[in-house]
C-alpha cells in the first residue's frame, strides 16, 4: 500500500491523504471546491466548485501518472440535489464521453459548506 500527498491539490482538512494505492487501484479521498493555492472554497456556485473539485481530482490521479480516462467509479455528493443538473453537465464536459460508473447522492452538509465533493477510483495500468 502506497500513500499518496498529491503536491497540487488542496491539503487535506484532517487525518487522511489524497489517495491510497493497492493493488493496481487508486482511492481518491473525496475532494471539494478547495483551490489548492488559498486553501479556500473560492466559488460559490455549483458549476465553479464542480470545476474545481474535478481539477483537484485530476491533480491527484496526474501525481500517480494516471489519467481521467484511468477512473472507473466516482462517488457524488450534493448538498441539494436541486444541484444536480448544473453539477451533470460540468462532470459530463470534464470526462468528455468517458463514462465510469457513479452513484450521486445528497447529504446533509459538506466540509466548509461546499455544495459539492467528488470521490474516485482510478486502475493503475
Same mark, same amino acid.
Given at each position: 500500500?502506497?500513500?499518496?500527498? =498529491? =503536491?497540487?491539490?488542496?491539503?487535506?482538512?484532517?487525518?487522511?491523504? $489524497?489517495?491510497?494505492?493497492?493493488?493496481? /487501484?487508486?482511492?481518491? $479521498?473525496?475532494? #471539494?471546491?478547495?483551490?489548492? #493555492?488559498?486553501?479556500?472554497? &473560492? $466559488?460559490?456556485?455549483?458549476?465553479?466548485?464542480?470545476?474545481?473539485?474535478?481539477?483537484?481530482?485530476? =491533480?491527484?490521479?496526474?501525481? &500517480?501518472?494516471? @489519467? *481521467?480516462? +484511468?477512473?472507473?467509479?466516482?462517488?457524488?455528493?450534493? $448538498?441539494?440535489?436541486?444541484?444536480? &443538473? =448544473?453539477?451533470?453537465?460540468?462532470?459530463? +464536459? !470534464? !470526462?468528455?464521453?468517458?463514462?465510469?460508473?457513479? #452513484? #450521486?447522492? %445528497?447529504? %446533509?452538509?459538506?466540509? /466548509?459548506?461546499? /455544495? *459539492? &465533493?467528488? @470521490?474516485?477510483?482510478? @486502475?493503475?495500468?
Amino acid at each position: 500500500m502506497k500513500i499518496i500527498h =498529491a =503536491a497540487n491539490a488542496p491539503k487535506a482538512l484532517g487525518p487522511y491523504c $489524497s489517495a491510497i494505492r493497492t493493488g493496481n /487501484l487508486l482511492f481518491c $479521498s473525496g475532494q #471539494t471546491g478547495i483551490d489548492p #493555492t488559498t486553501n479556500k472554497v &473560492e $466559488s460559490t456556485t455549483v458549476e465553479g466548485q464542480t470545476k474545481q473539485v474535478l481539477a483537484n481530482l485530476k =491533480a491527484v490521479l496526474s501525481s &500517480e501518472g494516471l @489519467e *481521467v480516462n +484511468d477512473v472507473v467509479k466516482c462517488n457524488v455528493y450534493l $448538498s441539494d440535489m436541486k444541484n444536480f &443538473e =448544473a453539477m451533470n453537465k460540468v462532470y459530463g +464536459d !470534464f !470526462f468528455d464521453g468517458h463514462t465510469p460508473a457513479r #452513484t #450521486t447522492v %445528497a447529504v %446533509a452538509g459538506l466540509p /466548509l459548506n461546499a /455544495l *459539492v &465533493e467528488i @470521490e474516485c477510483i482510478a @486502475e493503475v495500468k
